[in-house]
Each structure stands twice: as C-alpha cells, then as structure tokens.
C-alpha cells in the first residue's frame, strides 16, 4: 500500500499538547541549552577549533539553537526557524558546538513534520530549510577546498574527482541527506500513528455510542413484547371472567345452574390465564426454549371460537382456501389477532351480538378476518373500538395487533363495516412454501 504523503492535507488536525506536554518542552530545551553550554565548553577546550567568536555571538548562537524547542508544539514552524537559524549562527562564526546544536535542528524538523496541521506549509518549509542548509554545506566545501591547509589535512586534495577531499564532500552531503531524512521520515511516521490512533479512538467511541444505543432498543423491543404477551393473555381471559362472573351474579338467585356453568367457565379461564402466564415468564426466564414453547397458532382457532360461545357470544369458524403451511411467527401472529379480536367483540358489541371468523388461504398470502354485527360501539380518530372506554387506555390492542402483523411483513386494517358492526383483517404475505407447517384444522363451526 502506497504510504500517503507529507502533502496529503486529510481533514484531521493533531490536537495541540496539554500542560503536562508544554511543561516537558521547556524541560526539554532547558537541558539541552545547558547541555549545549556543557559541551562547547569542552569541544573550546581541546583545542580542536583555532579561535572561538565574541561571547555575545557564542551565546546569542547557542540560545537561539535551544531556547526554542520550548514552544516546538505550539508554533512548530517558527522554532524551527529560529533553530535553524542559531544552527547557522554557530556553524559560521565558529562556535566551538556540534553535537547538540545537530540534535536540536533534528528535533525541530521532526515536529514541524510530525505536529505542524497546516501539511502542505510544513512540507514546503522543511524543504525550504533543508534545501538551505545543503546548500550553505556545499558553499562551504567549495571554500574550504581552497584554503591553505587542506593539502595538510586531505593529502593529495586536488589531485583528482576523486581526491580525499572529494570524497570526504561526498561523504558530508550524504550525511546530511540522511540526517535530514531521518527527521522527516520520522516525524511523518509519528504524524500517521497519531492520526491512526485517533481514528481508533473515535471508532471505538461510536461503536460503543452504537451498542449503548443497541442496547436501549433492545430493552425496549423488549419490553413492548412482553407488555403485548401480557396484554392478549390477560385482557382475553380476564374479560371472559368479567362477563361470566357477571352472568353468575345476575342468575345466581333464580337459576343456580346457569350460575354454577358460569362460574365454571371462570375457573377455566383463571387456570388458563395462569398456565399461560407461567409460560410467559419461563420463556422469559429461558430465552432458549422460546421457539419450542409455544404451541399456540391456527390451529387452535377452534378453540378460541368454542371459549367465546361458552362465554355468550355466538361465534362462527370458516376457512376458505387450501390449507397451507405457515411459518410460526405468522401463526402466533394470526393466533393472538384472533384472540384480541373476540376479546373486543365480547368487550365492546354488546349483548346479542354475534361473531364471524374467517380463515383465508390465498396463493400468494394468508388472511384472518373478525367481524360482529354489535352496535354498542364506537371509534376513535385512529379507528379504535372503545364503546365509552376512556380515551387514555383505549387503543393499546389494535396497536398490539399493528405491532404483531407488522413483524412479519404483514398488515392491519380495522373499522365499521358498511353494515352494522365492526371488522378487523390482517393480511400476511407468504412465499410458495413455507419450511414450518402448522396446518389449521378445517371446517366450519356453528354457534
């Protein structure tokens, strides 16, 4: 993969460092100034450099090659000028330094390649300086070349392109090109790991900014399903104790053993609610077992039909079509729109009312309709029955049954008929075969 290059301007700027960074640059060219101090000391006390320059030009050298690196971070291309320029100042007039006068003009390169955000200035003023100093270096070879006491030096000197001085020149700028390298090849490096660093950062921030947000949704996924199963479990059952516990009342004096079967339809109904809501919460105890715990489904339409007519509502079963397999989500599905729907019939159309059930396979889908011929009803703006329930708690089944559908691609509808009464369908669209057959049982049920 081609590595990007120093001018590449990428939308990320490395951020600036705090205080605990700005307080290890002034740390950092303090002891380099009094390092370079040490150092020049010692390089003018052997002897190697045959005159050293005025005080003030020694120090106004040494100052200026150190002294900036404590805002190296903050203003890079700046102190790297001014290195540079105290780099100049020393090599020039002789300041008796070479060691960390070099380090430091490595150091400010390599910030300004590895910190400076403006990519494209940095690019062009580390070549700007780094062009600079090859060719002061060459200027210098080729005077000192001429002097006097090269021959002493570098026998042979001029004796060839090939001469001692010569390849003592080459070997200078070949130093040089390296070192400079060096510090660009390094900064840059440093510049691409912070930049993959907060990448990963970031990253790593959304990822988890996702799973908190998975995390919500699925609690509240949650949540809706079990208010739903809780809903169509005991709004059915606890509706159909409502009305026979009522029935029993009102027949308890004058015909006992009409209370007595009324009340026995109560007792069914509670051991129902019960076993059901047990299940409900082993499923939601054991997760694992939920696909193999449920044995509701078309199949025991039938028996939601036989439980309205003992109730006192005159329900009729009618199948239309050839059975076919139905996927299981679509069967508990259709099953609990059954369940709700008788529930509202019983709750809602009033006494006398009957109840129709139809069961329709279709090539392409499968529909479940429940319709009444009540008139003790009413709707809502959003098409819900309510029969003078308050408007606050109205709404919660024919949403659980929009939720339900809704899952498995399919769709609601409810409203008046055009005769009297009310009419809920669900329609769910199915593939030419499905892999879970639940076949319903067939035929017709008469009240």
Known sequence: ????????????????????????????????????????????????????????????GLALATLPLALRRVAPIPAMLVVAVGFFVCGQFGVPEVLIVNICLFIAIYTVTAWEPRRALATWMVLGVTCAMLV???ISLILASSADDVGEIFPGARSGIFSAYATFAVIQIITNLLYFG?????????????????KLEAQGKELELERQTSAAQ???????????????????????????????????????????????????????????????????????????????????IPLLVAESQRAGTPTTFIVAGEARPVPLLVDVALYRIVQEALT??????????????????????????????????????????TSGVPSGRAGLGLRGMRERIGAVGGSVSAGRREREGFMVRAR????????????????RTQP
């Open 1 to 60: 993969m081609r590595e990007p290059s120093l001018t590449a301007a990428p939308a990320w700027a490395r951020p600036r460092p705090g205080a605990d960074g700005l307080r290890f640059d002034v740390l950092l060219a303090v002891v380099l100034a009094v390092g370079a101090t040490t150092t020049s000391l010692l390089y003018a006390r052997t002897g190697i450099y045959g005159s050293t320059p005025e005080l003030w030009v020694w120090i106004l």
């Open 136 to 138: 002061w270096l060459v």
């Open 182 to 198: 060096g510090a660009i090849a390094f900064g840059q490096r440093a510049w691409l790991a912070a930049r993959t660093q907060a």
């Open 218 to 300: 699925a609690v509240a996924l949650d949540r809706i399903a079990v208010a739903r199963e809780l809903h169509d479990v005991v709004a059915h059952h606890v509706s159909v104790m409502g009305i026979q516990a009522a029935a029993a009342r009102r027949t308890l004096e004058r015909d006992p053993a009409t209370a007595a079967a009324a009340l026995e339809i109560v007792e069914e109904s509670a051991h129902t609610t019960v076993a059901e809501l047990r299940g409900l919460v082993h499923t939601l105890r054991t997760p694992e077992n939920e696909g193999s715990s449920s044995t509701i489904g078309i199949a025991q």
């Open 344 to 385: 509202n019939v019983r709750k809602h159309a009033g006494r006398g009312a009957e109840a129709v059930v139809r069961l329709r396979f279709a090539s392409d889908a499968i529909e479940i309709e429940v319709s009444d011929d009540g008139i003790a009803r009413r709707l809502t703006g959003a098409g819900e029955l």
């Open 428 to 443: 769910v669209p199915l593939a030419e075969r499905a892999e879970t057959p639940t076949p319903p049982q067939t035929g």
